[in-house]
C-alpha cells in the first residue's frame, strides 16, 4: 500500500464509534489493507449492484484478497427502487447460508442507494457487524457515507426503515468519479454546494472561484471539495448524531427539495437537483421574510445555476406542494421546520415561516 495515494483525511468524531474518512486518488486499492490494520479478519462481503461491479469490484476484490480476506461479492440490481426489505432481506439469506458470523465484514462498494442497505444490513445482522463504505458517487462521497445513516424504503414512504450505524472506515477514491454520468456528478454538486450555504461562507466563495476546475473534475479540486464537505458533515454529525438539533441544518433545500421530488413521482428530478430547486426556494423565502439580504439568494441561485443544476420550480400547484411539504416527515407539531439562510455560511431552523410567503415563493 502507497500512502502517496491519500489526499486527504477527516476524522469524524463520535467517540468510541469514530473513524477515518480517507480521501486520494487510486486509493480504492488500499481498502483491504487498511481493513486489516483495523483488526478485520476473514470472510468478508462485498455488496455492490450490477453497474458498479464491472467497473470496480475487481479492484476490492483483489485487495481483499491480498490482505488476506476471503472476499464473496453479492450484486443487486442497480436503483433505488431495490433500496427495500426484500433485497435486504435477499442480502440476510445470502449471508446466513453462507455462516457469515458476526465478525464478518461487509463493503458497500456504489453509490448511495449500496451505502444505505449494506449499512441497514450490517446494522441488524446479527445485531451488528462492522461495515466498510467504498463510496463512487459524489453524492456518497460527500453526503451518504457519512454519518451513520442507513435504511432501505417502505412503498409508503423513503427511507422509513433504518438504523444510526457508523462504518469502520470510509474509503473515497476520487478517481472512481471519472466514471460517474455528468448528471449524477452534478446532483452530488448540490449538496456541495449546500455546505457553503449551512456551514461555510468561505467554502461557498471557494466554489464560487473554482468553478471551472471542479466542472473539469480536477483532482485536486475535487478532493479538497470533497474533504471540506465531510469536515462540515463530520462537525455537524459530531454535535448531533440522532438528528435531535443541530442535525437538521443539514436538511436545507430538502424540504421543498422532497415534495418535487415526489409530485414527480421520483422520475422528473435527481434528489440533487429537486434539491438545488429547493434551496434556491428557502434562500428567497429567507430573503422575503426579511431573515437575509437579496445577495443570498442571488448567490446560491448563480452558483448552482453556473454549476449546471436546476434552480427554478416545475410547473406544479403550489398548494400542492403546501400539501407534500406538510406530509414530510421532518414536519413537528403539525409545521414544517424550514432550514433558512441568514446570510452565505449560516442557516437558522425555524417554524417561524408565513405560508402565504411561501405561496408567493412557490409561483
Ligand atoms: N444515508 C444518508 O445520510 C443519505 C444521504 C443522502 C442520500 N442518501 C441516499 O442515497 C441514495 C442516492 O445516492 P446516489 O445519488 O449515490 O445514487 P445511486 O446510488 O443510485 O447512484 C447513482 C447511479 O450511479 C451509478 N454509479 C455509482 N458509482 C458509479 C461510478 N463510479 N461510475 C459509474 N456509475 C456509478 C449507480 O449504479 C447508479 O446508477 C438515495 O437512496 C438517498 O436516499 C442517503
Redesign the pocket.
Known amino acids: 500500500m502507497t500512502t502517496s495515494m491519500i489526499l486527504e483525511k477527516v476524522r469524524v468524531e463520535l467517540g468510541e464509534r469514530s473513524y477515518d474518512i480517507e480521501i486520494g486518488t487510486g486509493n480504492i486499492v488500499t481498502v483491504g489493507a487498511r481493513m486489516k490494520a483495523l483488526g478485520l479478519k476473514g470472510r468478508a462481503g462485498i455488496v455492490t ?1 450490477d ?2 461491479a464491472p ?1 470496480y469490484a475487481r479492484a476490492v476484490t483483489d485487495s481483499l484478497t491480498d490482505a488476506g480476506f476471503e472476499p464473496v461479492l453479492l450484486v443487486i440490481p ?3 427502487e431495490y ?1 427495500t426489505l426484500p433485497w435486504a432481506s435477499h442480502l440476510f439469506d445470502r449471508l446466513l447460508a453462507m455462516r457469515f458470523d458476526r465478525n464478518c465484514p461487509l463493503v458497500a462498494l ?7 442497505i449494506t449499512g441497514f444490513v450490517a446494522a441488524t445482522y446479527m445485531r451488528g457487524i462492522p461495515f466498510v463504505q467504498v463510496p ?2 459524489l ?2 462521497q460527500v ?2 457515507s457519512v ?1 451513520g ?2 435504511g432501505v424504503n417502505h412503498p409508503l414512504g ?2 422509513m426503515l433504518g438504523a444510526f450505524y457508523q462504518p469502520e472506515f470510509v474509503c473515497t477514491d476520487v478517481a ?2 471519472g ?3 455528468e448528471a ?1 456528478y452534478l ?2 454538486m448540490a449538496e456541495v454546494v449546500k455546505y457553503g450555504v449551512i456551514y461555510d461562507g468561505e467554502f461557498f466563495k471557494w466554489l464560487e472561484d473554482n468553478r471551472t476546475a471542479i466542472l473539469k473534475k480536477e483532482p485536486d479540486a475535487v478532493a479538497r471539495m470533497i474533504k471540506r464537505s465531510c469536515e462540515i458533515k463530520a462537525l455537524v454529525v459530531g454535535q448531533d448524531e440522532r438528528e435531535s438539533g443541530l442535525r437538521a441544518i443539514l436538511n436545507y433545500g430538502h424540504t421543498v427539495g422532497h415534495a418535487v421530488e415526489s409530485l414527480t413521482n421520483y422520475t422528473g428530478y435527481r ?1 440533487g437537483e429537486a434539491v438545488s430547486i429547493g434551496m434556491v426556494v428557502a434562500a428567497r423565502l429567507a430573503h422575503k421574510s426579511g431573515l437575509c439580504g437579496r445577495e443570498v439568494e442571488a448567490r446560491v441561485e448563480a452558483l448552482l445555476a453556473g454549476l449546471g443544476l436546476p434552480v427554478k420550480m416545475p410547473a406544479l400547484p403550489p398548494a400542492g406542494v403546501l400539501a407534500a411539504i406538510a406530509i414530510d416527515k421532518k414536519s413537528e407539531g403539525g409545521k414544517v421546520k424550514f432550514v433558512l439562510p441568514t446570510k452565505i455560511g449560516e442557516v437558522v431552523i425555524t417554524k417561524e415561516w408565513d405560508e402565504s410567503v411561501l405561496l408567493e415563493v412557490l409561483k
Request: negative net charge; without cysteine.
Open positions: 449492484n453497474t458498479v467497473l442497480d436503483g433505488e433500496k456504489g453509490g448511495g442507494v449500496i451505502g444505505d463512487t458517487t453524492l456518497s453526503d451518504s454519518g445513516k442507513t423513503k427511507n472512481t468519479l466514471t460517474l454520468p449524477e446532483s452530488g434528489h
